[in-house]
T-cell receptor, first 115, second 112 residues
Framework: ETGVTQTPRHLVMGMTNKKSLKCEQH?????MYWYKQSAKKPLELMFV???????ENNSVPSRFSPECPNSSHLFLHLHTLQPEDSALYLC??????????????FGPGTRLTVL | EDKVVQSPLSLVVHEGDTVTLNCSYE??????LLWYKQEKKAPTFLFML????IEKKSGRLSSILDKKELFSILNITATQTGDSAIYLC????????????FGTGTRLTIIP
């Protein structure tokens, strides 16, 4: 247990559905991240929130929409996804050191399948 | 663009063997290099290296960084079946640890 939880753990959705992924951290951290992990590819950073402000958006398609209502919770809203969006979506958190030297701790991930 | 290359891509050894995993990188304004272990889903943090030549050690695992040659190694001695996992290397550059660039990982399998 890393102190970062994600729900649901598995999700199957159609291309016309709207769903949300949830991440919660119990570590008192100030920075939260969304990553995408596809088969045989490196982890790809999608979004970064530091002190509730979005500081990174790595050219992610608009069908992925993040929301960070407070420093403990992070959502990823999904709509009209494509089959190639099927992947493991990992959430991480870190202290939010403004110098950018702290360590990220990962949640267990949501395995997403888009039909 | 920052880049991380890990080798080998996969490795199968017998329990008790010693393994060395490699990570080479190209990054603008290097800040740190991190190693993670990913078993089923969540990568778990192993080491963060910022200085050359200083070995970090945790039990049977150790790692060292060479900032001149731009690589790091992760050593595991007396391997156990519980060491079977994907080992990920990541580097942080100009934007610090907020923006990590990951390698594809080394899949390590330990045979009893």
């Amino acid at each position: 247990e890393t102190g970062v939880t994600q729900t649901p753990r598995h999700l199957v959705m159609g291309m016309t559905n709207k769903k949300s992924l949830k991440c919660e951290q119990h570590l008192g951290h100030n920075a939260m991240y969304w990553y995408k992990q596809s088969a045989k590819k490196p982890l790809e950073l999608m979004f970064v929130y530091n002190f509730k402000e979005q500081t990174e958006n790595n050219s992610v398609p608009s069908r992925f929409s993040p929301e960070c209502p407070n420093s403990s919770h992070l959502f990823l809203h999904l709509h009209t996804l494509q089959p190639e969006d099927s992947a493991l979506y990992l959430c991480a958190s870190s202290q939010g050191d403004r110098e950018g030297t702290d360590t990220q701790y990962f949640g267990p991930g949501t395995r997403l399948t888009v039909l | 663009e920052d880049k991380v290359v890990q080798s080998p891509l996969s490795l199968v050894v017998h329990e008790g063997d010693t393994v060395t995993l490699n990570c080479s990188y190209e990054v603008t304004n290097f800040r740190s290099l991190l190693w993670y272990k990913q078993e089923k889903k969540a990568p778990t943090f192993l080491f963060m290296l910022t200085s050359s030549g200083i070995e970090k050690k945790s039990g049977r695992l150790s790692s060292i960084l060479d900032k001149k040659e731009l690589f790091s190694i992760l050593n595991i001695t007396a391997t156990q079946t519980g060491d079977s996992a994907i080992y990920l290397c990541a580097v942080a550059g100009s934007f610090g640890n907020e923006k990590l660039t990951f390698g594809t990982g080394t899949r390590l399998t330990i045979i009893p």
